[in-house]
């Protein structure tokens, strides 16, 4: 069974940083792309940043590019999000995710099929 581990947020002023982290069992971890996802309040979940399999690659949406890193290490099946220059305007759940498909790197919420349980990060102004 796949589980995805969230920890590291929490309650930050604005301009401040905090990193994410998301541990993973239960898969062979290094075959998967890996995503970030928030949601807000009252917002759809909306895609943050996507990781290659072998961290060759990552993409952002354009709200965080420039200010979130996506990071992996496959040793510890683990996947991170470094937040800086933190906005209140990202105060939302974040969530780890797994794609379905192997291989593959997609930013489309419909396309993953595992979930972590979410971790709050709160921007305060």
């Known amino acids: 069974q796949v589980q995805l581990v969230e920890s590291g947020g929490g309650l930050v002023q604005a301009g401040g940083s905090l990193r994410l982290s998301c541990t993973a069992s239960?898969?062979?971890?290094?075959?998967?792309?890996m995503g970030w996802f928030r949601q807000g309040p009252g917002k759809e979940r909306e895609f943050v940043a996507t990781?290659?399999?072998?961290?060759?690659?990552?993409e952002y949406a354009d709200s965080v590019k420039g200010r979130f890193t996506i990071s992996r290490d496959n040793a510890k099946n683990t996947v991170y999000l470094q937040m800086n220059s933190l906005k209140p305007e990202d105060t939302a759940v974040y969530y780890c995710?797994?794609?379905?498909?192997?291989?593959?790197?997609?930013?489309?919420?419909?396309?993953?099929?595992?979930w972590g349980q979410g971790t709050q990060v709160t921007v305060s102004s």
């Open positions: 995710a797994k794609p379905t498909a192997l291989l593959t790197m997609t930013k489309l919420v419909n396309q993953y099929d595992y």
């Open positions: 239960g898969m062979t971890f290094s075959s998967y792309s």
């Open positions: 990781i290659h399999w072998r961290g060759a690659y990552t």
